[in-house]
């Protein structure tokens, strides 16, 4: 699963917001508590070859929010796979550290997750509301027959009917929270989604904490990319008004017109299983994305050139590259390559 927005307008931000980007008192990080995954999603770019957390990255994150939250302000925990709810053990007690250092230094501590819902039943809901998860991005591509095409598990088995279900429970549950289902759009199903959101508008449309995002199927590396059909730009605002639509009242979610991405941060980091440091969930094979390890003392060491090069966007005022930097910084790396092989 990806957890990147792409496609919004590119404007620039606010002075107010791009130090923000770069504040030291405000600290997000996106941990991979297990890179395993119980599905095996068609359009899927991940490997799942790392597996859970060892004990020594989990001291290191741990270290590291010790080291700063003297100065902190805002920590920002979102959990990202594979499937995060495969390690709840590691998340949970991650939170307990960071709320309870919350509590101590008076910084604010905030968490969210990217996960599929499979796992998602009452006694795992509540364990993520204790560890303070209070936003959820659940996938779903259609109805049951069409979901089930495309996000099975490693079996081979549909897994429409169990998220659903799980859905269905969280709603009952009085608490704070909020679901942002991430309803899958193509070429070729965006007629049946349409008529899926009016399933959703019945179910959910009356809860606010329930919103819908309407987000296109990407050629994102995966071994089924060349089945994917690319989308212009037309094309996409046409069907997303189409869905916008049938969705009716259900609150629906666009990306900003002042999307700056995560990995453009200055103060984002992500945090593989390995222990391993980048800056982008979506490419996690790509070298330019490797840019350090967290020691388990809970200090970085890293690549400050492939460091810079994330931040390069923002740093210089490129707000449609700022939207998504993986293109970018790609280009980067390759011009530099190139300039060391010709100057060596």
Not at 112 to 135: P, V, W
Request: net charge neutral.
């Amino acid at each position: 699963m990806e957890m990147c927005h792409r496609g919004g307008g590119g404007e620039a931000p606010d002075s107010e917001l791009q130090l923000e980007y770069f504040s030291s008192n405000s600290l997000h990080l996106v941990l991979l508590p297990t890179e395993q995954c119980n599905f095996r999603c068609t359009y899927c770019y991940e490997t799942f070859e790392n597996k859970k957390m060892a004990p020594p990255v989990v001291a290191g994150i741990k270290a590291l929010i010790d080291h700063r939250s003297a100065e902190l302000d805002l920590l920002e925990v979102g959990w990202f796979g594979g499937e995060p709810m495969l390690a709840m053990d590691i998340i949970a007690d991650i939170s307990r550290h960071a709320i309870l250092r919350s509590a101590e230094r008076g910084f604010r501590f905030a968490a969210s997750t990217t996960t599929n819902g499979y796992f998602l039943d009452a006694e795992t809901f509540q364990r993520c509301l204790e560890s303070r998860i209070l936003g959820y991005q659940i996938s779903l591509d259609g109805a049951e027959e069409l979901h089930d095409k495309s996000r099975k598990l490693a079996s081979g088995a549909g897994t429409f009917r169990r998220i659903w279900s799980n859905l269905q429970q969280m709603k009952t549950v009085q608490a704070p929270f909020t679901v942002l289902l991430r309803l899958h759009y193509t070429l070729e199903n965006y007629k049946e989604l349409a008529r899926f959101t009016t399933t959703v508008r019945e179910e959910f449309g009356d809860d606010k904490r329930f919103g819908i995002l309407f987000k296109a199927v990407e050629k994102l590396g995966g071994p089924n990319d060349a089945s994917i059909t690319k989308l212009s730009g037309e094309q996409r605002n046409e069907i997303e008004r189409h869905l916008i639509e049938h969705a009716g009242e259900t609150r629906t979610q666009g990306i900003p017109r002042k999307y700056v991405c995560y990995a453009g941060k200055g103060n984002s980091l992500v945090i593989r299983s390995t222990g391993g440091i980048a800056k982008c969930t979506v490419a996690l094979q790509s070298d330019f994305n490797d840019i350090g390890r967290l020691r388990p003392d809970g200090y970085i060491d890293a690549d400050q050139v492939k460091f810079r090069r994330w931040m390069a966007p923002v740093l210089e005022g490129r707000w449609q590259d700022a939207q998504c930097p993986v293109e970018s910084v790609g280009r980067a790396a390759r011009l530099d390559r190139e300039l060391a092989l010709k100057t060596s």
